[in-house]
């Protein structure tokens, strides 16, 4: 440490080094080639033989569900008892599929893991397809990827039971039908081209919510009429702990300038006193904006908060379209 002190033109290139190591990691980060070696050591090193699967669950919430804001905010930096366990689980195969799972005492910071989902008492590692490996032990199990596996920690929001009313609950895989699309790949090193499952598990996402949720504008007069239906979604939107919200958010600009600004959350507010307002599976719901004589555009916005008070520049934007106010 003293050598380097005294050297301050070598710690220079040892910096400017280390930053050009770190362009190249991030530049491979998100390909299926990102060598095992930059991936994070998961529980189980399913890294090293999984990439793909890895590379896409890197990017879901799961593996974000220990170090969100906010279930940080929520959570009192993660120190109410109560909240942890979902959050950082250990294997649901061995406390079974229905029960709440138990906090587990490493890898915390990885969330709900491959292991959380996919391994047993016995280090095996369940699934559909019925392959054998000599890298592990695997076992076939038709109860994996069903609703039931699903609702071991999204039932207690109630996901499950705004599922059990709509078209899509006769099929015992529906959820991972929506979230988790069929694809056919190779689904190990070495592996033959199987069916297989992004793992990404898009949820409240652009992509998805374009999917789910229609959205129309008309401008009548002095009203600006938003109609938002549901189509496929199979369950409220938004959906989970009463902390997460939706907007719809219309602003009116005039030469460059907000003139004009209306918002309607759709939010469970049964807790507070207040109704349930977020939007149901097949509803319609038609949203009156009065224009009281603006004239301009109107900036149409759906946005989607964890956190009900979150500013409005950190929600993620599902949806913005704009259409002329004459
Ligand atoms: C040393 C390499 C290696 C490691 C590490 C590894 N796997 Fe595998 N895994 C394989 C191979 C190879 C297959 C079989 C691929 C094939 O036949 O197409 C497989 C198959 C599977 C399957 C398919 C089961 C079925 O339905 O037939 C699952 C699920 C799985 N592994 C999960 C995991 C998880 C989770 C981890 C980490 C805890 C892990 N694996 C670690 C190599 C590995
Ligand atoms: C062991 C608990 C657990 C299991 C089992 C589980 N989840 Fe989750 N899931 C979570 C947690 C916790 C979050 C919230 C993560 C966060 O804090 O953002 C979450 C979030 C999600 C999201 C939200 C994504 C987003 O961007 O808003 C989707 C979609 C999802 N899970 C789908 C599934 C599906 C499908 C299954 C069944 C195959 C499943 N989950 C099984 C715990 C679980
Ligand atoms: C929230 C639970 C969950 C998590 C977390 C999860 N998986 Fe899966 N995984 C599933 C489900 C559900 C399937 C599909 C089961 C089926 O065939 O319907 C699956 C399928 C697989 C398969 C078989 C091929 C395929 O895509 O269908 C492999 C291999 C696999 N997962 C590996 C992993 C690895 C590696 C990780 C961590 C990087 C991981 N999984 C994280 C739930 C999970
Ligand atoms: C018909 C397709 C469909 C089915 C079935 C479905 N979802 Fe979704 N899900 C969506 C769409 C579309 C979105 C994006 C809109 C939204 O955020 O609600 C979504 C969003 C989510 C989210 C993000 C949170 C949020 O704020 O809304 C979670 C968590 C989730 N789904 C879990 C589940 C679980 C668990 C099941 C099974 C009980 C399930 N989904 C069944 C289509 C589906
Ligand atoms: C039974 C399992 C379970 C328990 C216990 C649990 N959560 Fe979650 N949590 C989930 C699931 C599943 C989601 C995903 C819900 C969704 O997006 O629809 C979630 C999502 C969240 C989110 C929003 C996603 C984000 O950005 O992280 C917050 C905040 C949160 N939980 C906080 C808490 C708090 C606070 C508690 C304790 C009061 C708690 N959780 C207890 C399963 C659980």
Redesign the pocket.
């Known amino acids: 440490m003293r050598r380097l002190m005294g050297s301050p033109r070598w710690l220079v290139a040892m910096g400017m080094m280390l930053a050009l190591t770190l362009t190249v990691a991030v530049g491979l980060i998100g390909q299926e080639a990102a060598p095992p070696s930059r991936l994070p050591r998961?529980r189980g090193r399913?890294?090293v033989c999984?990439r793909t699967?890895?590379v896409e669950?890197l990017q879901s919430a799961?593996a974000k569900a220990w170090t969100s804001d906010a279930f940080i905010a929520t959570t009192d930096n993660r120190t109410r008892k109560e909240c942890l366990h979902c959050h950082a689980p250990d294997r649901i195969l061995v406390t079974g599929f229905g029960k709440e799972p138990s906090l587990r005492n490493e890898s915390l910071e990885h969330g709900?893991?491959?292991v959380?989902?996919?391994e047993d008492a016995h280090g095996a590692h369940h699934?559909?397809?019925g392959t054998v490996t000599d890298k592990h032990p695997t076992v076939k199990n038709e109860r994996?990827?069903t609703v039931e596996?699903?609702a071991t920690c999204h039932a207690k929001f109630g996901t499950v039971d705004e599922f059990k009313g709509t078209k899509w609950a006769s099929d015992p895989?529906s959820c991972?039908t929506c979230h988790?699309p069929a694809t056919k790949r190779p689904?190990?090193l070495d592996s033959p081209e199987?069916?297989?499952?992004v793992?990404t598990?898009k949820g409240a996402d652009p992509e998805m919510f374009r999917k789910g949720v229609k959205v129309e504008t008309k401008v009548n007069g002095d009203r600006l009429t938003v109609r938002l239906t549901s189509v496929e979604v199979g369950h409220n939107f938004p959906t989970g702990i009463d902390t997460i919200v939706a907007v719809v958010d219309v602003q009116i600009v005039s030469d460059g300038k907000v003139i004009a600004k209306h918002q309607t959350l759709l939010a469970d507010d049964r807790e507070r006193g207040g109704s349930d307002t977020r939007l149901k599976p097949g509803e319609t719901r038609e949203i009156v904006v009065p224009l009281q004589g603006a004239k301009g555009e109107a900036v149409i916005r759906i946005l989607h908060k964890p956190l009900r008070d979150l500013p409005d520049e950190k929600a993620t934007v599902l949806f913005e379209t704009k259409v002329p106010v004459p």
């Open positions: 998961l399913c890294q999984h699967e890895t669950w799961h709900v893991d491959c959380a989902c996919h699934g559909t397809l994996f990827g596996q699903c895989k991972v988790m689904i190990a199987r069916p297989a499952h793992h598990f």
